[in-house]
């Protein structure tokens, strides 16, 4: 009975690491989608109306929240 034990705990703990992994996979995507999106503003910032470059050095300036929100607020206009 104790193997049995043994070997049900190493599963679980194997099923945890696999969703923590995942978990950490999905994290590293969402940050990588929030750079290129960041990128994205700031090329059209750049390569655009003085408006934008001024929008974008006032986003540079706030916290990462106030961006997001910024972001989603921007990207939902897109759509």
Do not use: C, P, T
Request: hydrophobic letters at 35%; glycine letters at 2%.
């Amino acid at each position: 009975m104790a193997i049995d034990d043994y070997v049900s705990q190493l599963k679980e703990l194997k099923e945890q690491q696999y969703r923590s992994n995942e978990q950490a996979r999905q994290d590293r995507d969402i940050e990588r989608q929030h750079k290129e999106i960041l990128l994205g503003f700031a090329f059209m910032a750049y390569s655009s109306e003085d408006s934008l470059r001024d929008v974008f050095e006032d986003l540079k300036r706030k916290d990462e929240k106030d961006v997001l929100k910024v972001l989603e607020v921007m990207n939902s206009i897109v759509k």
